[in-house]
């Protein structure tokens, strides 16, 4: 069992910048694939982007792609998304989610562990 806790979010401008952090807990944070998602008010929650469990391989959705990063640093058992010029649209809870001995993995229902979401607000 794994329990994932996400912090950073906040209020920002559009064009500004945030970084997110999920902490995990355990020792076997190396084997798992890391995820993030978000949900909007009224939407069904979506993939933003994942990271393998090397950290070698990462995937983003079309939406995401070229504006942010995500990355993760084993040793202190936590994934990152750096989140540049951000949209009125990028404006959800974002959720890290963590899939056990997996590489890219982007369906929602796969993942096993769930953090209990940060809340990103742009403004216009």
């Known amino acids: 069992q794994v329990q994932l806790v996400e912090s950073g979010g906040g209020l920002v401008q559009t064009g500004g910048s945030l970084r997110l952090s999920c902490a995990a807990s355990?020792?076997?944070?190396?084997?798992?694939?890391m995820g993030w998602f978000r949900q909007a008010p009224g939407k069904e929650r979506e993939f933003v982007a994942v990271?393998?469990?090397?950290?070698?391989?990462?995937r983003y959705s079309d939406s995401v792609k070229g504006r942010f990063t995500i990355s993760r640093d084993n040793a202190k058992n936590t994934v990152y998304l750096q989140m540049n010029n951000l949209k009125p649209e990028d404006t959800a809870v974002y959720y890290c989610?963590?899939?056990?001995?997996?590489?890219?993995?982007?369906?929602?229902?796969?993942?096993?562990?769930w953090g209990q979401g940060t809340q990103v607000t742009v403004s216009s």
């Open positions: 355990g020792r076997t944070f190396s084997s798992y694939a």
């Open positions: 990271i393998s469990w090397s950290g070698a391989n990462t």
């Open positions: 989610a963590g899939v056990r001995n997996a590489g890219i993995v982007v369906a929602t229902f796969l993942y096993n562990y």
